[in-house]
């Protein structure tokens, strides 16, 4: 569950944005200051963080060229969140190293498809091109599951799902998480596709499917 950082000084703006991303399912602070943000950076690194301009202690811009000045923060993806709207604006914060450029007012829904969207990027380019767990091996770039040397064929969802699981090695997934990443919040289908999916990638991976567990009135996990 990806945690975002805040820092905006209105404080009904930022309880409207904290309210939506919550809702959402991210995890939230939020920092009327640049102040208060530096001091809880120390101890904690957001995924992500939504930056305003204008802002009572330090410059927003400022801000974002202390971020990405230094490796422990560099990378950390940086939505602007600001009332300057004149493009020279939105070229400098970009050049500064923002991520993305949201002027107020703006739409919760926007909002959320852009962080949602930065956080994708940001996976994707993070993300190991190799999974492997004992015997199993899956190469993401090429779309290939080989389980003790011998070639896996999966479908589209197998795949998926035994790379959600292979992620998250040793944490148990609960059913709800699964069906969300794997099958869509609207999902209206069987109830037991699920189930019927990890049984059918367990028989493809012959004895490796051993790996993968059923945690009784929880979900699943492979380890």
Do not use: C
């Amino acid at each position: 569950m990806a945690n975002i950082f805040i820092v905006e000084d209105d404080s009904n703006i930022r309880e409207i944005e904290m309210f939506a991303l919550k809702n959402s399912g991210y995890l939230v602070e939020g920092f009327e200051n640049a102040k208060d943000f530096f001091k809880r950076l120390a101890d904690k690194k957001p995924d992500l963080v939504l930056l305003d301009i204008m802002l009572p202690d330090i410059d927003g811009m400022e801000i974002l060229s202390r971020l990405k000045s230094v490796p422990e923060t560099k990378r950390i993806p940086v939505i602007m969140v600001t009332a300057k709207t004149t493009e020279i604006d939105k070229v400098k914060g970009l050049d500064t190293g923002a991520d993305d450029y949201v002027t107020k007012p703006f739409g919760v829904m926007e909002l959320i498809s852009r962080v949602k969207a930065l956080l994708r990027r940001t996976n994707d380019m993070n993300e190991d091109k190799v999974l492997t767990l004992s015997e199993i091996t899956m190469d993401l770039d090429k779309r290939t599951v080989t389980a003790d040397g011998v070639h896996v064929e999966l479908t589209y969802k197998e795949f998926e799902l035994l790379r959600l699981l292979l992620q998250n090695a040793g944490i148990v997934l609960s059913r709800d998480i699964i069906m969300e990443r794997i099958w869509g919040a609207d999902f209206e289908g069987e109830s037991r596709t699920l189930d019927m999916h990890i049984k059918t990638l367990r028989h493809k991976l012959g004895e490796s499917g051993a790996h993968i567990k059923t945690v009784r009135n929880v979900g699943y996990q492979v380890e």
